[in-house]
């Protein structure tokens, strides 16, 4: 996430040369991504939507970001 991203809640993930960004409420996304990993995003961002969203509050007012979890 960056404080200064604009528009409907999102995240950005990559995986290695690979980007795509994640609307956190209808997990749209955007950019290319394998398919495995992609799902492993999506089930990640399922497992912490409200910290998502928490933290794009946060990001929103500049203030520092919260860890999430990692998919285990």
Request: negative net charge.
């Amino acid at each position: 996430m960056f404080f200064s991203e604009h528009g409907v809640p999102h995240f950005h993930a990559i995986y290695g040369e690979f980007k795509m960004t994640v609307e956190i409420e209808s997990r749209r996304t955007r950019g290319t991504f394998p398919r495995r990993a992609r799902q492993f995003v999506l089930e990640w961002a399922v497992i912490h939507e409200q910290e998502l969203s928490d933290n794009w509050e946060r990001a929103r007012r500049g203030e520092p970001l919260e860890p999430i979890a990692p998919l285990e």
